[in-house]
């Protein structure tokens, strides 16, 4: 038999193996080190970037106090865009002995909290944008009315396109009839964007930029604007929610690049649309404004809506906006039912007005306003309901539009009319006998006097005159000063 025993390996035959053996490690070591790296760049991606505190080393006085009595603010202000540019606490706060509002502070004066013309001394596009806004005097007037501005204030606030609709009396009654002690935590907290300071400037910058990291996320994203444009006269909050431009935010909001630089938004930072997209931000063709009524084109918040001085350069940039997304039929078929719809609010409110003129024909309601029941009935048909279904409208919440507006408009109307013809029966003005069936506006945007069967001549009807009938003032006779445009305030959208 042969010998089939296997020679044993040479030396050279070991090498071979071995080298094969070190080649194969090192090339599983280079794949899963290739495999975490991999791993660790997508994690660092979708990681935030570390937050630097650019008052970390600081050795300023106003640092180093307050770090032991109010340590959260300087937290927030060595986050923020300003102290990384080396702006301190003087700069805003410290003011001299005489300056209007100074209060004496550990050996120097300071305001407790700088006003726009401090915020000016850096910003000045920005307040001149904002002092020509819905958001600067007219939101504090719609509170107070005029009295107690100074010739320069009252100088400003009729340059401003937003003040043309004159002030709103009746918001004006309730501020003096609710008082300090509630409407200083009410209708100041919102209306106050507006107020003046000691120092003659307008606004208070911060109600939308919060103290002290002054957040570009913070400032642009609708929460924000939830702080004032929420609730039944103005909810674009709620509507902004059930809107498609809403849920987008809702679902993927997180997504979005809310760090932008101003002035250069596009559809991959923010693919729908948010309060300060639409209102503010420069996006797209659209540049960056505060004046939040720019591309508006109707005073949607007046009881009867007229279009804006400027409503036609105003819609040219909102569509710019809206064209990043849009095409053009939609954004005019939009537009031209957005219209309709707003006439037909005006039919409504107009109908209203002229239900109540009979009343003042024969002295039976007070010019003294909410001082009872038909007031109040009145005043929501347009300020909540009519604005609600306005605002529904424009910006696609279908439920506010119907439920939270049309039908309550409706409802209110029928509720108005039996109350008129109550007062009008107890003064002897007309008996049950001459009462008439009411009838409503119509879908088409017709509609007949709205008034009881046999009202005195005198009252004309919506039919006959096409508007409602009015005083000297521009007030619905009848009914205390509530001229057609009158402003009321909407602090976000927004304007209106």
């Not at 923010?270 to 209102?279: D, G, I, Q």
Request: aromatic fraction near 8%; include cysteine; hydrophobic fraction near 35%.
């Amino acid at each position: 038999m042969s010998d089939t025993t296997p020679p044993a390996p040479t030396n050279r035959n070991w090498l071979s193996a071995g080298r094969i053996l070190i080649l194969g490690v090192a090339g599983v070591i280079v794949v899963l080190g290739l495999v975490l790296v991999a791993i660790a760049v997508g994690e660092s991606e979708n990681e935030e970037p570390a937050r630097v505190d650019a008052l970390a080393s600081s050795d300023n006085e106003c640092v180093e106090c307050h770090r032991r009595t109010t340590p959260g603010i300087v937290q927030q202000y060595g986050m923020s865009s300003m102290a990384a540019a080396e702006v301190e606490c003087e700069d805003c706060h410290e003011v001299d002995s005489d300056y209007p509002g100074a209060v004496e502070h550990e050996g120097t004066y300071v305001l407790r909290s700088p006003t726009s013309a401090k915020c000016e001394t850096c910003h000045q596009a920005e307040v001149a944008q904002y002092n020509q806004s819905r958001h600067s005097i007219p939101a504090y007037v719609a509170m107070v009315g005029l009295d107690g501005l100074t010739e320069d204030q009252l100088a400003m606030y009729h340059s401003i396109p937003e003040a043309q609709p004159a002030p709103n009396e009746m918001r004006n009654a309730l501020f003096a009839i609710e008082g300090p002690a509630v409407t200083r935590f009410a209708c100041e907290s919102c209306h106050g964007i507006g107020a003046p300071a000691e120092d003659g400037s307008v606004g208070q910058c911060q109600k939308c930029h919060l103290r002290h990291e002054f957040s570009l996320e913070q400032a642009r994203k609708p929460e924000t604007c939830n702080a004032c444009h929420i609730g039944p006269d103005h909810p674009q909050w709620e509507i902004y929610q059930e809107s498609p431009h809403g849920i987008a935010y809702m679902t993927s909001g997180d997504e979005w690049n809310w760090d932008a630089e101003p002035g250069t938004l596009t559809v991959e930072d923010f693919p729908a649309a948010t309060c300060a997209v639409c209102h503010m931000s420069g996006f797209g063709a659209a540049g960056t404004t505060h004046d939040v009524g720019d591309r508006l084109t109707w005073y949607l918040f007046s009881p009867v809506s007229e279009r804006r001085p400027s409503w036609e350069d105003n819609k040219v940039r909102m569509q710019n906006v809206c064209s990043e997304c849009h095409n053009q039929n939609y954004i005019d078929d939009f537009y031209t039912d957005g219209d309709a719809l707003v006439e037909s609010i005006n039919q409504w409110v107009n109908e209203s007005t002229a239900m109540l003129q009979p009343l003042k024909d024969n002295d039976l309601l007070t010019s003294t306003p909410f001082d009872e029941e038909i007031d109040f009935v009145y005043f929501e048909l347009w300020h909540h309901w009519g604005r609600t279904a306005k605002f529904g409208a424009w910006m696609q919440g279908p439920d506010y539009t119907q439920w939270h507006g049309a039908y309550e408009m409706l409802s209110d109307l029928e509720e108005l009319q039996a109350m008129v013809n109550e007062k009008l029966i107890a003064g002897g003005v007309i008996t049950d006998d001459e009462i008439g069936p009411e009838s409503r506006v119509v879908n088409d945007g017709t509609a007949d006097a709205g008034l009881p069967g046999g009202a005195p001549e005198s009252a004309p009807s919506v039919e006959a005159t096409g508007e409602a009938p009015q005083d000297t003032n521009g007030a619905p006779q009848g009914m205390p000063a509530e001229p057609s445009g009158a402003a009321t305030a909407e602090a976000t959208e927004a304007g209106d």
